[in-house]
């Protein structure tokens, strides 16, 4: 019995260890806008986007695209960020080689891979009243 104790606490310790590790990641992670659908586009490519910021930095535009196809396809899109508050708006497109059945989130946690995925918010931008748009 006492091998499966020892078992036990470490498991216990272990199990402490990367909930706290994860809880910390996520603290430096702060949300403005969550997850928002934004179309369909294309041959079943879904693209959603948020506003957060990462290691307490800027905040950014992170965007999430599936490719639901059963074939590899190119995305190509234009996105329109406006700010309610100022009236000013930007530009940016956004290219990516989709693999089949795939998802790529622009994140925190995708770090230099979600690069492609991430737009940052310039000064004087309210990222609470941000909306964005794919320009066709």
Known sequence: MLPQLQNLKKFIVVFLFFGLFANVSQAQEQVVQDWKVLKEI?????????????DLGKASLQL?????????????????IS???SGQSFEKEIILSAKKMMIYKGDCLAGAAG????VEIPMGYNP???KVSIQE
């Open 115 to 118: 690069d492609a995925l991430r």
């Open 128 to 130: 609470s009243q941000l």
């Open 42 to 54: 294309g041959n079943e490519i879904d693209v959603a986007y948020r506003i957060a910021s990462c």
């Open 83 to 85: 700010d309610k508050d």
């Open 64 to 80: 999430s695209v599936f490719n639901e196809s059963l074939e590899d396809q190119d995305l190509k899109l234009k996105l329109k």
